[in-house]
């Protein structure tokens, strides 16, 4: 994740870079943190891959039988672009994001008509439930599908949260940069949606790995999460 320093996500509000300091380090940083750290795709909530996709929803030619089981879309040998989608929003018209292969993650209540959209669309994708929320479970059929092991979580704030109650998190990748937002009651890093009182870290422990210094005063930050002593 890339944040400013009072950890909102979004560069279009932050303040601006200081003078002699290059417009545009924020997404150069992004990208060559990202390709260090090795993954083999990346996922996202449904808002951002929106974003992303920018995809408009039509009728499938037709709707085939055996629909509602994992998909394996043509892959070939590409990172992995994942969606978590529980009702099925998102709209795509190929199948790629950024040049890697889109795999939806849905609930089991999506329509039939927007399965045979995907597949139409060259689009991977499984099931996490009956909601679509079992990321565990997600997970788990994302590693036996294609053979990864390494994803790299980019947000948005409330899929972040989600993947944290859940577990799912094994290492925090925080680019900070030297930039203020400001304004209350916008997306943080982390936006768990739980009931009141609820801990989505509870248990956990961070481990310091990494701090780097980039050019412009970007800090690079790695951090292992662990299991705390006493939770």
């Given at each position: 994740?890339?944040?400013?320093?009072?950890?909102?996500?979004?560069?279009?509000r932050?303040?601006?870079?200081?003078?002699?300091?290059?417009?545009?380090?924020?997404?150069?940083y992004?990208?060559?943190?990202?390709?260090?750290?090795g993954?083999?795709?990346?996922?996202?909530?449904?808002?951002?891959m929106?974003?992303?996709?920018?995809?408009?929803?039509?009728?499938?030619?037709?709707?085939?039988a055996?629909l509602?089981?994992?998909?394996?879309?043509?892959?070939?040998?590409?990172?992995?672009?994942?969606?978590?989608d529980?009702?099925?929003k998102?709209?795509?018209?190929?199948?790629?994001?950024?040049?890697?292969?889109?795999?939806?993650?849905l609930g089991?209540?999506?329509?039939?008509?927007y399965?045979?959209?995907?597949?139409?669309?060259?689009?991977?994708?499984?099931?996490?439930?009956p909601?679509?929320?079992?990321?565990s479970a997600?997970?788990?059929?994302l590693?036996?599908?294609?053979?990864?092991r390494?994803?790299?979580?980019?947000g948005?704030?409330?899929?972040?949260?989600?993947?944290?109650?859940?577990?799912?998190i094994?290492?925090?990748?925080l680019?900070?940069?030297?930039?203020?937002?400001?304004?209350a009651?916008?997306?943080?890093?982390?936006?768990y949606?739980?009931?009141p009182g609820?801990?989505?870290?509870?248990?956990k422990?961070?481990?310091?790995?990494?701090?780097?210094?980039?050019?412009g005063?970007?800090?690079?930050?790695?951090?292992?999460?662990?299991d705390?002593?006493?939770?």
């Amino acid at each position: 994740m890339g944040s400013s320093i009072d950890g909102r996500l979004h560069p279009s509000r932050w303040t601006p870079p200081a003078t002699g300091i290059a417009d545009g380090l924020v997404h150069r940083y992004y990208e060559e943190t990202a390709a260090r750290l090795g993954g083999e795709g990346w996922i996202v909530g449904r808002t951002t891959m929106a974003e992303i996709a920018k995809g408009h929803p039509r009728l499938p030619s037709a709707i085939p039988a055996s629909l509602r089981r994992t998909h394996l879309g043509d892959r070939k040998g590409r990172d992995l672009a994942v969606a978590i989608d529980p009702h099925g929003k998102v709209h795509y018209g190929r199948d790629d994001a950024g040049g890697d292969h889109v795999v939806a993650v849905l609930g089991e209540g999506v329509s039939d008509a927007y399965l045979a959209e995907l597949r139409e669309d060259g689009v991977s994708y499984l099931f996490a439930g009956p909601e679509g929320r079992d990321l565990s479970a997600a997970m788990d059929t994302l590693g036996a599908a294609f053979g990864v092991r390494t994803l790299l979580l980019e947000g948005g704030g409330i899929i972040n949260g989600a993947f944290l109650k859940a577990g799912l998190i094994d290492e925090v990748s925080l680019l900070v940069s030297p930039a203020l937002d400001g304004l209350a009651g916008v997306p943080t890093i982390f936006e768990y949606h739980g009931e009141p009182g609820e801990r989505p870290a509870a248990g956990k422990a961070l481990r310091h790995l990494q701090t780097e210094t980039l050019e412009g005063g970007t800090v690079w930050l790695r951090y292992r999460v662990e299991d705390a002593e006493d939770a």
